[in-house]
């Protein structure tokens, strides 16, 4: 059932979501294919997701050289933009937030490529019936010294491409904390922009403070902030916050929470490890994204099933997540409140009315 119902998606790299075909076909006409360790969708599929599950960051990232190789022309950017939204609204997304790095594609200017991904999010909306709601995020890579002119071009292309909702600093993390790019997020906050940093990687709650510091809205992933909390003794299930964690969650501040991802760089065991359960039922404001369905080899409706069941979440519990991950977007509020009121909760009455406490993960909500 979780298959068909609305969910919502905010934290999805344009890069990390390319059909296995799609990147084979991209690959034979601009000349990469002999470069691919594969060249059938399967075992390609196959060679990338072994690859995100060594539990080591670096390597994970080093998937995505094929990816960035293919995506080197406005046709191709349009094309990958269209089959994501089409294969997100396919799965019931009906919010989503697709992000790339525009100073990685070098054949291209960033306006141009920003402009060719918003022709394929359009094309995708249309191909849906406006099923989905899609919008884009734009990354400077924290190991290059570009973001202040990526933070300027969302400022510049919000105002004639609406889909370009906000600025995010992607790429390795450890040693290239937000506070080293203080002048890009200077200018974020001068000029409004909505900002979500990454914080997944060590050195923990560092790295996390780091980015409310320096104005995240939203958090990358921000795993890593269950090392501060601990489990309550006098209230089963419940959590005892230490301060940085009582910050997020007074404030609300949004943690795009990517369970099979944050599993395979070994941020966490498993997915009965991962902290989204403890931190939904605190009142944290948490979302389950899939950050590269590529790599990790998920869809929205595996990441939530796979939430669903670890933690026999009931239907209540499961709409939060996504209405948590819809009020938290960067889409207009008026945008955010309809898809909320006129989508999500009438779609998901119908569940929380069969739905029974501690049931719903090993039974209804499949």
Known sequence: MLRAVPKALLHDHLDGGLRPATVIELADECGWLANLPADEPDALQAWFTRGAETRDILQYLATFEHTIAVLQTAEALERVAFEAVSDLAADGVVYAELRFAPELHDALTPEEAVEAVCAGLRRGEADAGAAISAHLICCAMRTANRSVEIARLVDAMRLFEPQVVGFDLAGAETGYPPSMHAEALAFARQRHLNVTLHASEPPDLELI?????????????????????????????????????????????????????????GAVASIADHPIGPFLRAGFSVGVNTDNRLMSGVSPSSELIAVAEAFEL?????????????EAGFAPYEERRRIVDDVVRPAYAALRVADSPGAAGAAGLR
């Open 314 to 326: 009931t239907a209540a519990e499961v709409e939060q997540l996504v209405v948590n991950a819809v």
């Open 209 to 265: 403070d780091d980015a409310i510091e320096h104005g995240a809205h939203r958090i990358g992933h921000g795993v890593r902030l269950a090392r501060d909390t601990v489990p309550d003794p006098d209230q089963p299930g419940g959590l005892r916050l230490g301060p940085l964690a009582r910050h997020v969650l007074d404030r609300r501040i949004h943690l795009e929470l990517a369970p099979t991802c944050n599993v395979q760089i």
